[in-house]
């Protein structure tokens, strides 16, 4: 198969209806404080078995479409002893990885950071292939403040996820491009449609700068909502208008699919909010997720460290994985939670 029919069958698998993105490619320090709140130490053994045990949450490929690893995680064997991108395999889900070394302040813009990791890409994505990685992300962060993000930082972030889109699909792997405008702060949802918009606005410009094919690509961004401590929040119904007039200004109909990060909304919240945006209607795009937390808190609590709860995790997880599907066909409804 082709490189272009290989991203375009991983792209369809992807954002298959009823479907959607586990992000499961928290780096070792974002492990640690998700499982502090739990109460368990972040040992390599740890993270294995709790990987192990999510990845094997039996009819879990019914509701979840793709996975995205860390490269410790690709690296490991499951519980079984078995690589565990097979273990994904083996349930028809797509492994992927993440390949952004982090973000640290960036110099000249005061407030903003900038994500680090082109250098030696090629090579480190065409290991991750001969692996099994069918697609990749990238996050770039936005802080939102009366001064931030600043025209330099919206600019070189947005050049440097290009850079990155534009070597994965020269080796035949799927991009997840993401812009991620941080929920922290005091910020009315205005503040933040304005903020979304001039990051995708530029996104896009350095996109088409870089030659990257819009077809053969997925965007993962925020859901437009006002900052977590803003006096009023808004109401699903609220987000999905806030989003919706956005992303219909800025973002091409050619892209295939939009799949949101939760972005430290509550499961319930990410799941609702995803619900009305689909209730919509048609949109030139498939409407998806690609949830970390929103998807993985009620296992992680389940689990709290012990093999035994293993089932109870995997139960929590099947849940999550199943009401986030039924959100991504607009057929949710809270009485689902139960
Ligand atoms: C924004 O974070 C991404 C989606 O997760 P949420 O739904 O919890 O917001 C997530 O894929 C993130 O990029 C990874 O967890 C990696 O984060 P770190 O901080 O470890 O690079």
């Given at each position: 198969m082709s490189h272009q029919q290989d991203m375009e069958d991983t792209v369809e698998k992807l954002i298959h209806k009823g479907k959607g993105i586990l992000a499961a490619d928290e780096s070792a320090p974002t492990i640690a404080k998700r499982f502090a709140a739990i109460g368990v130490e972040s040992t390599e053994e740890k993270r294995r078995e709790y990987r192990s045990l999510i990845f094997s949450t039996p009819s879990l490929g019914d509701h979840i479409s793709g996975v995205i690893l860390y490269e410790e995680t690709l690296n490991q064997r499951s519980?079984?002893?078995?690589?565990?991108?097979?273990?994904?395999?083996?349930?028809?889900?797509?492994?992927?990885?993440?390949?952004?070394?982090?973000?640290?302040?960036?110099?000249?813009?005061?407030?903003?950071?900038?994500?680090?990791?082109l250098d030696g890409l090629e090579e480190r994505l065409q290991g991750y292939r001969e692996q099994g990685a069918r697609f990749a992300k990238w996050r770039d962060v936005y802080h939102i403040t009366d001064t931030n993000p600043s025209r330099l930082a919206i600019e070189a972030n947005a050049e440097v996820l290009a850079r990155y889109a534009a070597v994965c699909q020269s080796l035949g792997v799927v991009p997840i491009v993401e812009p991620e405008v941080l929920i922290d702060g005091y910020h009315t949802i205005e503040h933040s449609a304005q903020v979304c918009e001039s990051v995708l606005k530029a996104v896009f410009d350095a996109l088409h700068r870089h030659g990257v094919v819009l077809e053969r690509m997925l965007l993962k961004p925020s859901m437009v909502t006002p900052g977590k401590s803003h006096t009023t929040q808004a109401n699903p119904e609220q987000v999905a208008e806030a989003t919706l007039h956005v992303f219909r200004r800025v973002v091409p109909a050619a892209v295939p699919g939009i799949v949101f990060l939760s972005g430290g909304q509550t499961p319930e919240e990410a799941t609702a909010n995803l619900n009305a945006i689909n209730q919509h209607g048609p949109q030139p795009w498939a409407l998806s997720f690609s949830y970390g937390r929103a998807l993985q808190e009620p296992a992680q609590k389940a689990w709290a460290g012990t093999l035994e709860n293993g089932p109870a995790a995997q139960s929590a997880m099947h849940k999550r994985a199943q009401l986030n599907g039924a959100a991504r066909n607009g057929e949710y409804s809270t009485d689902m939670e139960g």
């Open positions: 519980l079984d002893n078995k690589p565990m991108a097979e273990l994904l395999l083996r349930q028809g889900i797509v492994p992927g990885i993440k390949v952004d070394k982090g973000k640290g302040p960036m110099a000249n813009a005061p407030g903003d950071e900038i994500t680090y990791g």
